[in-house]
């Protein structure tokens, strides 16, 4: 690909080298490299072509990494990264030893954050700029947020905690167009005279002025300053900002390099905060992401031809599984609600959103509020589904102990992308949920194939199942091996048991696999070992527990973190109940996760198949010696 002006790109400081035609010009490139490169490895492509402008005129006119660069969820950092130095990274992104789809400051010091999830961007950035006031040190603070941030409440929680603070900018990625409704010719000249230094050294001119005036003056400027406003609110639909205390400017087009470079070294000449609305269209360059920025958001490398979007459930999978199964479900049972925070497709909610409007509820960015909603339902007498990955069902545990688990209202909670996800790396993995829930109390069932989540969401819906519920099932689609298995209706199910087998192999979801592999592994050398699937996770029955304390010893696997987990839970119990095998537990090193495929991530974790054998015999030799 012929990119010469990208190709000299080492750093911010070469990018300052660059004259405005120039500037123009490597946007392009930028465009091209990254629709060429992301259709290649996968990744997020819609949102990063939108902001190529937007992050060029941000590096050009600060000074990275002494002023800081916070995006909020971080997936439109692609520009950021190969303006500072991380193009060759591109060709493995995403991938294990590759660098990440997300700002990581352990990649590089221009990337001022982790970033994974959304509407943290403003809170951190916040903290930031106070910290370089208390410190005394020089610079802006910037947060890039996106329209749909705005949909959660911490972006409001920060906006009431601005204060004073000289040094904070926020701009406003609207690709949405959901916040402001007049982008003309006159608003846009407008913005485009607020924020030149004429403009400024006029407005504190006047100020001042009016200010010396005996008894009229300080009156007179305020009425001046009163008028100001209301025609600005007028133009730029502005209120909300300005009355937290943000000078608002804009809104501009997002795609005008010079326009955007030019308004930022102007404005950054007065005082924060400051509030600069962009207007940009995501996909933009790419015809395909531009019609439909949705299926574009994210890509898939496997095929270049169709590319999905992984926030949108595949036409088989264990999401559309569950959206298809709750609507038969809420159309025998008209109590059911389904909730889902702004992953309507991602958690197969759209076939029920499509039948029944009216119980269908779109909560924004906001997992919070989604679960307390919930329990509010249920305090009624419906029967709310909380449909939420795994990693953003972290973000409401207080609501999910206050107010579900003490009251123990009847919300079920739909876990999807549970245990280890790839490719978005430490901030996407879902392997708290099991210990968490477990903490609270709350039932959980984790099934292993379609069967058996139909089966158990039915059954988790029906009224005689009283109080919080819990399904959680994996990203993806059921694998052959396990779907083989069907559904028993059982708690757990012992998937073999051969006689004289003297070790028990147990996991649950798709890890059930990986131990059904190792067994065989083991089998092949001469060593018996029973595995046993368990669907209800939590708690555990009696009858499993008595089937568990057989055996000599114990292995339990699980993609979930090791403290705290299930496996630590189980060893506990059987301890209580007098035995005294070998337990070997193998969970989630959560210092360890990172962007890899799911059995690159395994193999890290030793959760392999290969790995789980030879746990097994370390254990067995063991044993066998402390017998003798």
Known sequence: MDTPLLDRIAGPEDLKQLSELQTVQLCGEIRRFLVDSVLRTGGHLASNLGTVELTVALHRAFASPQDKIVFDVGHQCYTHKLLTGRRAGFARLRQLDGISGFPNPRESVHDAFVAGHGNTALSLAIGMAWAKKLKGEPGWVVAVIGDGAFTGGMVYEGMNNIASLTNLMVVLNDNKMSISKNVGAIARYLTHLRASPGYFRMNRHLSDTLSEIPLVGPPLRAFVSRVKAIVRRSMYDSTMFEDMGFQYLGPLDGHNEPELEHTLRNITQRDGPLFLHVVTTKGKGYPPAEQNPGEYHGVSAASPGYVPDPEVSAPASFSTVFGRALCEAAGQDESICAITAAMKYGTGLQFFGHAFPGRFFDVGMAEQHEVTFAAGLASQGMTPVAAIYSTFLQRAYDQIIHDVGLLRVKVVFAIDRAGLVPADGETHQGVYDPAFLSQVGIPTYSPSNYAELQYWLTQLLHPSFEGPQAIRYPRGGETAAL??????????????????????????????????????????????????????????????????ARFDTVLFAEECVEQGGIGQQLAARLTEGGWRGAFVHRGVDNTKLTHATVPEMKAILGLDAASLAGAVRQALPRRTKEKL
């Open 483 to 548: 779907a083989a298995y069907g559904c028993t209706g059982r708690a757990y199910d012992m998937l073999s048991d051969p006689p004289g087998a003297k070790a028990l192999l147990v996991s649950y979801g798709s890890e059930v696999e990986d131990v059904l592999a190792a067994a065989s592994l083991l089998a092949a050398e001469g060593v018996r070992c029973s595995v046993c699937k368990l669907v209800k996770i939590f708690p555990f029955t009696e009858g499993f527990l008595a089937d568990a």
